[in-house]
């Protein structure tokens, strides 16, 4: 069973930039699309972006135009790039594996509809001045 451990989560200024991490224990190669959660206090967990196992990618349009996802199959590791960060992208992000592809600006319970089949643990981003 694959596991997924999420790192780069930090407290910042408005306006920095953090790059998080995703390391998986098995081969990335055989999850045909991983992605990224978030999840902020008294919220539901929503989507951010997704990535397929070739390159194929699509964000949230909260973040789009600022956040970028890729993937290094070589390396078994997602990543998921945040500049110009805001306030409201304080959450916990989590990274995920799925089965099929999901929309990246799912909300709530319309996320559960999708085939996610591995979550990692999160990792925390705290923007605030």
């Known amino acids: 069973r694959v596991q997924l451990v999420e790192s780069g989560g930090a407290s910042v200024q408005p306006g920095g930039s953090l790059k998080l991490s995703c390391t998986s224990t098995?081969?990335?190669?055989?999850?045909?699309?991983m992605g990224w959660f978030r999840q902020a206090p008294g919220k539901e967990r929503e989507g951010v972006a997704m990535?397929?196992?070739?390159?194929?990618?699509d964000v949230a349009d909260s973040v789009k135009g600022r956040f970028t996802i890729s993937r290094d199959n070589a390396q078994n590791s997602l990543y998921l790039n945040m500049p110009f960060l805001k306030p409201d992208d304080s959450a916990t992000y989590y990274c995920?594996?799925?089965?099929?592809?999901?929309?990246?600006?799912?909300?709530?319970?319309?996320?559960?509809?999708?085939?996610?089949?591995?979550w990692g643990q999160g990792t925390q981003v705290t923007v605030s001045s």
């Open positions: 098995g081969t990335t190669k055989s999850l045909p699309y």
């Open positions: 990535i397929d196992t070739i390159g194929g990618a």
């Open positions: 995920a594996a799925a089965e099929e592809k999901f929309d990246p600006n799912c909300y709530g319970g319309y996320c559960q509809t999708f085939k996610i089949t591995a």
